[in-house]
T-cell receptor, first 113, second 114 residues
Framework: DTAVSQTPKYLVTQMGNDKSIKCEQN?????MYWYKQDSKKFLKIMFS???????INETVPNRFSPKSPDKAHLNLHINSLELGDSAVYFC????????????FGQGTRLTVV | AQTVTQSQPEMSVQEAETVTLSCTYD???????LFWYKQPPSRQMILVIR??????QNATENRFSVNFQKAAKSFSLKISDSQLGDAAMYFC???????????FGQGTELSVKP
């Protein structure tokens, strides 16, 4: 059983399209995150949700909208995709927002052409 | 603001030898956590080791150990008896307690030569 699963693993799309990445965790965790890893492998947090409530929103363009229908799911919707959005997006979860171990999904490689 | 710096973009080690990866960080907090994550070519982020700042004893996990110097804000990772499977990108990370976000360093690409 995969603890944190993301779909799809690969996504190739054209500029201007809207796309979603889904994330589910079966660990019973309260807190979920989205991280972005750019072409230089640098990882940076985008959003954090605790019990379906947004608690961290870094300086991310508002074309990116996270949605948490329940505490086991955190989806990422991206509108009007741009070339610069090409990256690997990681979902992660932890027991709560102070917990010291985050479990990561396998990442979604998004390529915008 | 908290920052994490890994000054070695690439490192190389001979199989069975020991290698040390460097990490420095900046924070005004006194209580925090530091981590090393491994990212192999599969892309999966794997937790290697964790250190709690209030613990003076350096963390150890099998062949992996850290040298935590709180005053110097230094947190290096030592890999002993390196194996081919240790080849990966290694990230140092600081846990920012407000919201649980991890702040990552730039990463060190480790290659292991047979």
């Amino acid at each position: 059983d995969t603890a944190v699963s993301q779909t799809p693993k690969y996504l190739v799309t054209q500029m201007g399209n809207d796309k979603s990445i889904k994330c589910e965790q079966n660990l019973g965790h309260d807190t979920m995150y989205w991280y972005k890893q750019d072409s230089k492998k640098f990882l940076k947090i985008m959003f954090s949700y605790n019990n379906k409530e947004l608690i961290i929103n870094e300086t991310v363009p508002n074309r990116f909208s996270p949605k948490s229908p329940d505490k086991a799911h955190l989806n990422l919707h991206i509108n009007s995709l741009e070339l610069g959005d090409s990256a690997v997006y990681f979902c992660a979860s932890s027991q709560d927002s102070t917990n010291t171990e985050a479990f990561f999904g396998q990442g979604t490689r998004l390529t915008v052409v | 603001a908290q920052t994490v710096t890994q000054s070695q973009p690439e490192m190389s080690v001979q199989e069975a030898e020991t290698v040390t990866l460097s990490c420095t960080y900046d924070t005004s907090e006194s209580d925090y956590y530091l981590f090393w994550y491994k990212q192999p070519p599969s892309r999966q982020m794997i937790l290697v080791i964790r250190q709690e700042a209030y613990k003076q004893q350096n963390a150890t996990e099998n062949r992996f150990s850290v040298n935590f110097q709180k005053a110097a804000k230094s947190f290096s990772l030592k890999i002993s008896d390196s194996q081919l499977g240790d080849a990966a990108m290694y990230f140092c990370a600081y846990l920012y307690n407000q919201g649980g976000k991890l702040i990552f360093g730039q990463g060190t690409e480790l290659s292991v030569k047979p």
